[in-house]
């Protein structure tokens, strides 16, 4: 080692846990030992000046995870960029990016490792400024404890409930109160006595039930790895000592009923068929009766399977591949779950969510919902309320901007198979998805089925779809144009219902203009309003071609989510998006309703292609270029291209 | 009640990711370096498809540097799990000339950075299996399991999509790539104690034998074949040495060890203080923040 003995912050030679004898002597039971070592996965939570990083760097430091040419280094930037004088500042140790270096704080997420002879410990550091809710919520969805931290000398201020807030928010049953920097407050018990009552109070104001408070030097190193000299009146647990004893996550998991997305099916041949995924909670067995959701149908497991051989019985947290006895209809997206105790089945939620994209919440556009193995569709509803994580007051709210939470009612495209977040996070914990930019926008848990979901239930009816377009000796389609005001929307979709008419097609035309005087008056044109607007116009086509018609309809639709949503509505190959191309200046050229001009005047507000975006189709079924071709030849083309494609 | 042992439990979440990584992407591959965390990462796989091979080919990007045993492993890995295995040589480098005696960090730019770069267009995967872990340096302790490139392979650190439970988000832009890191949680530690409990085969040169070694600026470098310039008398030395981490055997310092064993070898790497990647080279240009611009640059 180099010499590091004349830094203050070097560890009292008495932490035990770290050198390990057994290793320099018996290599093969030190082994033996450690093959039986669980994990912990914990979150340490505090703001900048909390000693957040110094308390990570301390762990590694002491538990021999910095090794020499580290050390050196560390010494190194400890005396030109350090802010402990000579001493070595361990939060340099976890500071990663060059950026976060100069600037002297933590930007994103980090994983830290390291391990003591009874456990390994996985720690997320999540920086302390306004990202902050983003980041800790990241880095809590994996933990199994929060070590909030507090700073001795300034007690339990607004940051402390808001940490406590989101780790409780997130699920963390384990908390730990570390009264931090107890050497700058000459290690008085009353400070400490008084800000763990302070916390205690405002605790159980949000529900925390039970905590374990402790107080720490990470600087000094006071009762990290042993008890402290300095605090002769703390009885309790060191906090290594604590984090090696709390219960982990996946234990409690067991006792639950079974549970297993499944993530992929497995068929190398004809003779066998295995559904492979991680089990989320109990345990499974040969000869178990299980249930595929949603389908409801049930089989019995044949063999649990592993290249190591194949199990008497897995558990919740193991990666396998499940075969049945045999063969029903399962698939990623399913999932396989005890037959007697199956979890619940819906497309209507409350839920809480966390928004974590620079564009806010778009209340009622199209979102990708990912949960577990299954991708749906889903559109959130204006928020209920949005929660001041400081105050935890419940604020109004027509929308959810970064680092906002709020709780709100989502709608699935499709149902989706589920339990309560608090029951079961891998299947109550779900993000969002933005369709266009394919960024995770949101966090979110699910907290129950709404009633509606449970009560409206799909009345069964004999004469369908297929009845219905059969008597029409037809096959059902929606004709979606899209395209500027003043792209020729309106004249083509006409020619097109007039064509297919005198082919004794039955086709109905829904036009912009019109549904506007009846179904959607109540809408006006922002962005709002907008999405609202196309998505009755999709749910009234889809009823549409389920009586049989082919579905003609002319808007602008200018968003590329909402025209997806509609496509999503619809069984496949029945969505025709026809793009209507006409440059802008070529529409405001012909300008048919003088609303260009209007709009240039600024008389009129959200006008699409002037102060509103149009997104361009990117993979049109049928796009027709104005420039070039007359409405005729365009309403021709179109209809060759419908009969074509269904005949 | 079962309790889960920390190897499970990582294992577990490895062949996990692997299983999403199959399941959303077009077209995926296994970086396979040959090295321990490439074995563990290969391993990793058969054990998430067992009984099928995994789905998608073993890709190792050659410097044509290397050392003997590692291309000797890596042919009889390819053969043993059934899977196709890539080789790619950047030409423009083999043109050239490139080599690690005459070009120091071009070398590592040519061959590695732009010849991933080149394999990964030329056949048109969309995710790429790494074997990174976070606690090997700083700036993959913050990298994403799912870690998105741009259509030039770069990374951009300050935009990485949240990463929440075990939900991974693998849809991407027109161009963009996904690299994957399965063994992101595994600490240098848990690799070597899944290979001895798994019995797993690594290349030889992680134990200690009698190897012709020369000393260059503190580093141990083994002469692996006839290419090795040796300077004007310059002998080889056999000393009983073995490779912390191996690459190309030119910029690869060996420690001198007894350690002829598994357990000998985690008993050395407990009791060592030094860390793993201090014997590579690449890591130390361009000051302390040599990896991350690497790595922005498109490096794994």
């Known amino acids: ?647 | 009640m079962k309790t889960l042992t920390h190897l499970e439990r990582l294992e577990a979440e490895s062949i996990h990711i692997i299983r999403e990584v199959v399941a959303e992407a077009e077209n995926p591959v296994m970086m396979y370096s040959v090295g321990k965390d490439s074995a563990v990462m290969l391993h990793l796989a058969r054990k998430a498809f067992y009984p099928s091979p995994p789905p998608f080919p073993l890709l190792h990007v050659d410097t044509t540097w290397k050392f003997q045993e590692m291309y000797k492993l890596r042919d009889r890995m390819a053969t043993e799990s059934g899977m196709e295995l890539l080789v790619y040589q950047n030409e423009e480098a083999r043109a050239k000339g490139i080599n690690p005696f005459d070009h120091g960090p071009l070398h590592t730019d040519m061959w590695k950075t732009e010849g991933l770069k080149q394999a990964l267009d030329k056949w048109g995967f969309d995710a790429a299996f790494g074997g990174a872990r976070r606690d090997e340096e700083k700036s993959r302790a913050k990298e994403r399991i799912f870690s998105f490139r741009t259509a030039s392979h770069g990374w951009d650190p300050k935009n990485q999509r949240p990463e929440l439970w075990n939900l991974y988000n693998a849809r991407k832009n027109k161009g963009e790539s996904i690299r994957v890191f399965p063994i992101s949680n595994w600490t240098e530690l848990d690799v070597w104690q899944y290979i001895h409990l798994n019995d797993i085969p690594i290349v030889p040169l992680y134990f200690a034998a009698k190897r012709p070694t020369v000393e260059r600026d503190g580093m141990l470098l083994m002469v692996d074949d006839d290419r090795f310039p040796l300077e004007p008398g310059e002998k080889p030395v056999e000393r009983s040495v073995r490779f912390r981490t191996l690459g190309c055997y030119p910029l690869t310092g060996a420690v001198e060890s007894g350690a002829k064993t598994l357990p000998e070898v985690i008993q050395e790497t407990l009791l060592t203080t030094t860390s793993e990647r201090q014997g590579r080279a690449i890591d130390k240009d361009a000051g302390g923040a040599g990896m991350e611009k690497k790595k922005q640059e498109g490096y794994f």
């Open chain 1, 1 to 647: 080692m180099t010499d590091t003995n004349t830094s203050s912050a070097t560890p009292s030679g008495d932490a035990k846990y770290v050198v390990d004898d057994l290793i320099a002597q018996d290599i093969d039971a030190y082994l033996d030992q450690h093959q039986h070592k669980t994990m912990l996965r914990f979150i340490t939570c505090g703001s900048v000046d909390d000693g957040k990083s110094t308390l990570i760097g301390r762990l590694l430091y002491d538990s021999k995870m910095i090794f020499e040419d580290q050390l050196a280094a560390l010494e190194d930037d400890s005396k030109k960029v350090g802010t402990q004088g000579q001493d070595i500042d361990f939060a340099l140790l976890v500071d990663g990016l060059a950026a976060e270096r100069e600037q002297g704080i933590t930007i994103d997420v980090a994983y830290r490792f390291f391990g003591t002879e009874k456990r390994k410990f996985i720690v997320a550091d999540t920086p302390g400024h306004e990202q902050y809710t983003r980041n800790m919520v990241t880095g809590a969805s994996t933990a199994d404890l929060a070590v909030i931290l507090i700073d001795a000398r300034k007690g339990v201020l607004t940051q402390t409930r808001r940490h406590s807030f989101l780790a409780h928010l997130i699920g963390i049953r384990n908390i730990v109160l570390a009264v931090n920097k107890m050497d700058l407050v000459d290690y008085d018990q009353s400070t400490y006595e008084h800000i763990v009552a302070d916390y205690r109070t405002f605790a159980s104001e949000i529900g925390i039930e039970h905590f374990v408070p402790m107080p720490i030097s990470g600087f000094k190193g006071d009762n990290i790895t042993s008890l402290s000299e300095n605090t002769p009146w703390y009885d309790g647990p060191t906090l290594v000592q604590h984090l090696e004893t709390v219960e982990v996550l996946s234990s409690v998991n067991q006792e639950k009923p079974f549970r297993m997305a499944v993530q992929w099916v497995n068929r190398p041949n004809l003779d066998f068929r295995g559904f492979s995924g991680l089990i989320a909670t109990g345990s499974v067995k040969p000869g178990d009766k299980v249930r595929v959701l949603p389908s409801g149908k049930t089989s019995t497991v044949s063999k649990v399977v592993t290249m190591d051989g194949d199990l008497d019985e897995a558990v919740a947290g193991q990666s396998v591949t499940i075969c049945f006895d045999d063969e029903i209809d399962c698939s990623r997206g399913d999932v396989i779950a005890a037959a007697d105790a199956p979890p619940e089945v819906s497309d209507q939620f409350e839920s809480t969510l966390v928004w974590m994209n620079d564009e806010a919440l778009q209340v009622g556009r199209g979102y990708w919902l990912k949960l577990g193995s299954q991708m749906v569709s889903v559109t959130v509803q204006q928020p209920k309320y949005k929660i001041d994580v400081n105050t935890l007051d419940q604020l109004a709210a027509k929308t959810l901007e970064l680092n906002e939470i709020g709780v709100a009612e989502i709608s699935t495209d499709k149902s989706i198979v589920f339990e309560a977040y608090a029951d079961n996070r891998s299947l109550g914990g779900f993000i969002l998805i933005d369709k266009m930019t394919n960024a995770t926008v949101a966090a979110g848990m699910l907290h129950f089925s709404l009633r509606r979901a449970q009560n409206v239930h799909w009345q069964a009816i004999d004469i369908g779809r297929k009845q219905h377009a059969d008597l029409k000796n037809q096959t059902p389609a929606v004709l979606w144009f899209t395209g500027l005001s003043g792209s020729g929307k309106s004249t083509i979709a006409n020619l097109v219902e007039k064509k297919l008419h005198r082919m004794n097609r039955h086709t109905f035309l829904l036009d912009g203009d019109n549904v506007r005087h009846g179904l959607n008056k109540d809408l006006g044109f922002t962005e709002a309003d907008r999405i609202e607007n196309i998505r009755r116009v999709g749910e009234v086509s889809k009823l549409m071609t389920d009586a049989g018609l082919i579905v003609v309809t002319a808007f602008i639709s200018p968003f590329r989510a909402e025209r997806e949503m509609v496509r999503a509505m619809l069984p496949e190959g029945e969505f025709y998006e026809v793009f209507i191309d006409t440059p802008l200046a070529v529409a405001e050229e012909r300008d048919v309703k003088g609303l260009y001009k209007k709009a240039r005047s600024g008389e009129l507000k959200n006008f699409t292609g002037i102060d509103s975006p149009y997104e361009a189709p990117e993979e049109p079924e049928i796009r027709i270029d104005t420039t070039t071709m007359s409405p005729e030849d365009a309403a021709t083309l179109i209809v060759d291209t419908l009969m074509g494609d269904v005949q």
